[in-house]
């Protein structure tokens, strides 16, 4: 579980690293655009479809980022009906929405080997579209692996973010942590 | 038949606990296979069109921008300037504190994030002087709700992507309605606290703090004053507002334009340090959001693609209109429906799942589209205070310490005012319509 636990742990920061990285390209070809027509009478040619291609990674590496903090909606009313089986219940919500990622990666993955095949480009920048469509299939993909783990360790699930809203900084402490810490505290208690 | 299967292998999904994005998923996926012509592909190659959309830069920018501004010291600001201007009223703190809650949430465009900005401050200030608990923690929840309608508000551009309707005017339709409980909500926390008022206005205190809070409310002006002049599209004003909100943070609020002009780089550099620091937690949050908003909204756009072009909204409103022969009943019931609907699922994921299907049949019966999304997200908007789903309430429960019954008695006078605000909302349209051409 360790192995996982740190696993994941660098999957976040891989996936955060690639969202800074691609929301610095959304908000700097969109205000590019915006100063440049400020200073020179003209915008920057194609820098909102380049604002496109950076929100869409963010978009789609955010899914994962929302599993990693325990951000995605999900309606809780009917838990009531599983009560007494729990963990069984939150094994499989979690493989369930594995499997459907695994699924959705899938059928994105054949249709971006589709724009490959048809060598597809976007209408503006005349880009091949296929490496923009191939972060939906990486960002289900790494979203069905992450519920893989937490469906075979529980543990390793994020709490709930403080917010549903998700704006405000989400815990990033998992009930794995809370263990380990009762452990260290036992310890020190002990001493 | 295979309509039957698959409402109750959603109710199966709902009671495995999935979430939202396998429930929509599965019902898309479901549509096409059966009754689109069994071609999967045809629901990424919508998503795809759905997320290669400009309109939609503005969502991760706005609640960037506003992400940035809750997390320095603009409420505080923002707080002391109110509280300067009401002092002599009565309920003057109360008022303080709803109107804070205005003008924060036309910067952040979130509901919860002003609650949280706004009462962290605000609740220990009104219990100090004397104001009521359930009235204090009733008053900000409400206020706090204030966020979804006041533009930018992040339900209203989905409800415009969603049904293609200008966000700019629905931008502008909002602010009727959000002045309208505004002002009903002041005049509650006015009459019940009429004995409590404080000294008459102090011109200096007034300047002072307004000088303190200048560049805050500046931010609403340049955002919305851009867009209505034309000078900045929705998408651009989104882009001018994260600009404005780093240069406000880190020239004006943390002083860097006061350590670069006096030549301390070595003060500017740590400036520097900590603004990047806030961008890198801000960004996380933001992407997180997204990432949890996105793949409803592009699935939910799917569906949308699959139910036009197979006519289903037309043939819902043909078989709505056997049924409910006026608009009165019409209008009586997409309420009670979005208020049941309000207590048990999140805004956002209810405009995206009912957009598609409601302002077909609102246009059928003569309403405006525009009116008709500003009702809805009003509607929408005392979800947030009823329980058991109630977000402002889940959020001050952890926030302020307090328990749940207290947080209910308090926010139950707050819901009967907004629900008279909603009627008025939808039987007057042109306090939604007045501002539109």
Redesign the interface.
Known sequence: MQKAKAFLRYLKLF??SL??IA?LV??GA??G??LRREFTGSGWFGA??V??VG??I????????????G?????????I??RRWDDL??R??EL??AV?CYF?AY??F??AY?SYELRDVSAVLRWPIWPV?GF?VLGFALVAVRHTLYGIFLELRPLPP?????????TDTTAADIKDGERDYQQETQR | MNGLLLAVILIALLILRMNIIVILGVATFWAYYFWGGGELMNVVYDMWDASNREVLLSIPLYILAGSIMSQGSIAERLILLMRSLTKPIPGGLAIAGLLSCGVFAAISGSSAVTLLAVGSIMYPALIQEGYSRPFSIGMLCAGGTLGIIIPPSIPLILYGVMTQSSIADLFLAGTGPAALILVVLSLYAMTVNWSKRGDIWDAGEIWSTFKGAIFALMTPVVILGGIYSGYFTPTESAAVAVLTALAVETFAHKHGFIHLVTGRFGAFGETMKDVSRLVWRVVGDTSTLMGSLFPILAIALSLNVFMTYEQVPGQIVEVMTTFIDSKLLFLVMTNLLLLAVGLFLDIGAAILILSPLLPPMAADYGMDTIHFGIMMIVNLEIGYLTPPMGLNIIIAMGAFREDFLTIVKGVIPFILLMLFCLIIVMFVPSLSLFLID
Do not use: K, T
Request: with cysteine; aromatic share 10%.
């Open positions: 996936e955060q969202c800074f929301f959304m908000a969109l205000m655009d915006v909102p479809q604002g496109v929100m869409i963010v978009a789609y590496m955010g899914v994962s980022l929302a599993s990693a903090n951000s995605h909606f999900r309606p809780r009313f009917a838990d009906v599983l219940a939150n499989i919500g369930g929405f459907f959705l059928i994105a054949s249709v589709e469509q939906i403080e917010s549903v809203e998700g704006m405000e900084v989400a």
